[in-house]
């Protein structure tokens, strides 16, 4: 699944906000439910809509205004944004950084929070409040499965990966605690002014190195380490992923 932006052009000039429909294909007078509602726009100005998960091809767009839905006024197929995403662009409300390799073959667009979303050393970026192993977080190159392990096991015990999940950035709800081949694509980027917030601290990845200690990263030289895990002297730099 690939993200797409959907966008319109307003001809309407009392219209109070859009309809997004999605299918493989699809027929104007027999409209699956809509997916997205969006604000509107003035007329002649153009909006958009950012699909995540874009399942589908196809899409339409219906004005409406309360009880009337109104009619047709666009349908399109649209070129993925990704499809000539460079490194260093921002996008997807973050620093886009490469792609990541999984240990199954699978392929993910990794993003980087954008310099504000990045937590300080403190009590909260613990990568856990005990000395103690957390089953299912010994992957080198899935993040998102070693986050999901941490919320399974308790993310109250795991600040790391707590203050990831609660990261919003753009909007979005699917940050989380990067795995070592994730945060390892910092180096892709490393002069990118996003990523140059006190590079002599070591982040923390989500990748569990024993029962005591987890993977560090430095930003500065790409220099690799593990730590105890609750210590308070680590960054933590949320990350998400887009599928290729």
């Known amino acids: 699944m690939m993200a797409r932006r959907v966008s319109w052009t307003n001809n309407s000039s009392g219209h109070l906000g859009t309809y997004v429909y999605r299918a493989p294909t699809l027929d104007p007078q027999n409209l ?27 899409y339409a767009v ?63 970026g613990r990568w856990k409040t005990s ?7 010994q992957s080198t190159t899935d993040g998102w499965a070693n986050t999901q392990a941490m919320e399974a096991a308790g993310l109250a015990d795991h600040p790391a990966a707590l203050y ?22 910092e180096a892709n980027v490393r002069g990118h002014a996003e990523m140059s917030l006190d590079t002599s601290v070591y982040r923390w990845a989500s990748t569990e190195y024993s029962s005591n200690n987890a993977w560090i990263r430095g930003f500065s030289d790409g220099h690799e380490s593990y730590s105890l895990m609750d210590v308070t002297t680590r960054r933590v730099r949320p990350v998400r992923r887009v599928a290729v």
């Open 164 to 185: 990831c999940r609660n990261y919003a950035g753009g909007g979005h709800n699917d940050w989380y605690l990067p795995a070592r081949t994730e945060l390892a694509l």
């Open 62 to 124: 219906q004005d409406f205004d309360g009880q009337d839905m109104g009619t047709l006024s666009a349908e399109v197929c649209v070129a993925d944004p990704w499809d000539n995403v460079q490194i260093g662009d921002e996008i997807g409300d973050g620093v886009y950084a490469g792609i990541n390799t999984e240990s199954d073959n699978s392929q993910y667009h990794i993003v980087f929070a954008l310099q504000e979303g990045e937590l300080a050393p403190s009590a909260e």
């Open 131 to 137: 000395r103690t192993t957390t089953p299912g977080t």
């Open 32 to 58: 699956p439910a809509p997916v997205a509602t969006v604000d509107p726009v003035a007329q002649g100005e153009t909006a958009e809509w950012i699909d995540a998960e874009a399942p589908y091809e196809c």
